[in-house]
């Protein structure tokens, strides 16, 4: 179903975490092709330099030099993820669209409730949903 990256060149997003005490998740999301040339895959502008500007708020093609804003690009790849569910403890996978939501999850560390960008879906054996967070910045 899931297919492991052979380079992190060929990805846009990728992280392996623990997810509550006993679930695990490594997930990723691969570059997508350019809709317009179909010729090279998207990704983030290069400067002058040569270096790649991590913060841009947009992908370009580096073929045709396309440009599309980041939610609507990420919002159309497939986030593919193998994990351990905390809830039953059996592993799985699942591939899902990489939209992030905003929902509510109780913070052990912290002691309270949070409001935070995940990619949610479900587990594949009981059902539960299980959350992939945006890192936050401590």
Same mark, same amino acid.
């Given at each position: 179903?899931?297919?492991?990256?052979?380079?992190?060149?060929?990805?846009?997003?990728?992280?392996?975490?623990?997810?509550?005490?006993?679930?695990?998740?490594?997930?990723?999301?691969?570059?997508?092709? %350019? =809709? @317009? #040339?179909? *010729?090279?895959?998207?990704?983030?502008?290069?400067? $002058?330099?040569?270096? +790649?500007? !991590?913060?841009?708020?947009?992908?370009?093609?580096?073929?045709?030099?396309?440009?599309?804003?980041?939610?609507?690009?990420?919002?159309?790849?497939?986030?593919?993820?193998?994990?351990? %569910? =905390? @809830? #039953?403890? *059996?592993?799985?996978?699942?591939?899902?669209?990489? $939209?992030?939501?905003? +929902?509510? !999850?109780?913070?052990?560390?912290?002691?309270?409730?949070?409001?935070?960008?995940?990619?949610?879906?479900?587990?594949?054996?009981?059902?539960?949903?299980?959350?992939?967070?945006?890192?936050?910045?401590?």
């Amino acid at each position: 179903m899931v297919t492991l990256p052979g380079s992190m060149d060929d990805l846009v997003y990728f992280t392996s975490r623990g997810i509550g005490k006993t679930g695990h998740a490594k997930a990723w999301a691969y570059r997508a092709l %350019c =809709p @317009k #040339c179909k *010729k090279a895959k998207m990704g983030k502008p290069v400067g $002058k330099d040569g270096s +790649v500007k !991590i913060r841009a708020k947009e992908y370009v093609c580096p073929a045709c030099m396309y440009t599309i804003e980041k939610q609507e690009y990420e919002e159309g790849l497939t986030f593919e993820v193998i994990y351990i %569910c =905390p @809830k #039953c403890g *059996k592993k799985g996978e699942a591939a899902v669209p990489f $939209k992030r939501k905003k +929902v509510r !999850i109780f913070d052990e560390e912290e002691d309270k409730e949070m409001m935070v960008e995940s990619v949610r879906f479900p587990c594949a054996n009981c059902k539960g949903n299980i959350d992939v967070v945006k890192k936050m910045k401590s």
